[in-house]
């Protein structure tokens, strides 16, 4: 059975029903940032209501599946192969801790056969749509099955899980198999294609997890500190042993303090590190505010490249995939800092 999970309407049904539903989405929501308030908290029982009989009426194919983050998009599509025709809503650069959903996305959310979404508040501004979106179609958290005892949950944001579990590779292996799950239930006549798509791409994210592992491990032991603008990275950095910072905390809505400047500038002087890094879906500013810090105290900081954090590069290229963002991320890593 699907946890969280909503239903959308058929293709056939009247304009009129269409911009009923529509105007019912649009209600007002309130936002949460990335803090997990009370509509997340809410979104799962309200799911758990609508499941019984969610597969029972053949599927017409493509399954139309709709996820929130292009690293859930890429999964669907390559899970789901030609069973399923995945769209995501939020592309290249684009930063779901701050998104906010637009009436053409509520139309594809209510047109769905599946909706997607990441969870743990990764989507806060979109938590109220989920909750409606719950009464009536099927929705998978994909991240709803992940142990507790697995997540992080930083001193500075207490009570809350950092949501970015893609950079832990393994980890992210366990929301494959949550879209696997998702789309038997909905499809049952596609199981044996699920199955076997999602075996070929778990060895292949096997593989990736290892290849990570080496390379980061080729990084001298006192030069391993990955400085971004945000905290993005935190499983990046217990996984493969690379110490991590970030200027913000885990949601972009946070901004830094003077003092989490002044706190980095003594880190990297005093460790001489010598570059941090940007991200795709992050402005720069704060990063540029470490670099002239580190100069006015006589040392050279420059920037070792854009790294990819809650936001996969452009459609059609390799870092448009999730392994082909997680190389590009490795291999900027390691040139900036081996």
Known sequence: MLDVTFRCGDLSRGAAAAAIT?????IPMGSSGCDRGAAADKAEPAARANTSGASAAPRRLPLRVVCTIGMITDAARI???DRVQAVGLMGEGVDPHLYKASTGDVRLLSEADLILYNGLNLEG??????????????????TERIDEKLLREP?????HFDPHVWFDV?????????????????DPDGRSEYERRTKDYLEELYELNEWISEQIAAIPAESRVLITAHDAFGYFGRAYDI?????QGISTESEPSLKDVNDLVDLL??????AVFVESSVPRKSIEALIEGCRARGHEVRVGGELFSDAMGRAGTPEGTYVGMVRHNVETIVNALK
């Open 269 to 274: 002087v005093s460790r001489r590190i010598k």
């Open 125 to 142: 501004k979109m938590g109220d749509l989920f909750v409606r979106m719950a009464r009536s179609r099927p929705t998978a958290a994909v």
């Open 155 to 159: 001193p500075e944001f207490a009570g």
């Open 22 to 26: 529509v105007a019912i989405l649009l």
């Open 170 to 186: 393994e980890m992210w292996s366990g929301a494959v198999e949550r879209i696997r799950d998702a789309l038997i239930e909905l």
């Open 79 to 81: 899970v789901g192969g």
């Open 243 to 247: 110490e991590v910072r970030g200027l």
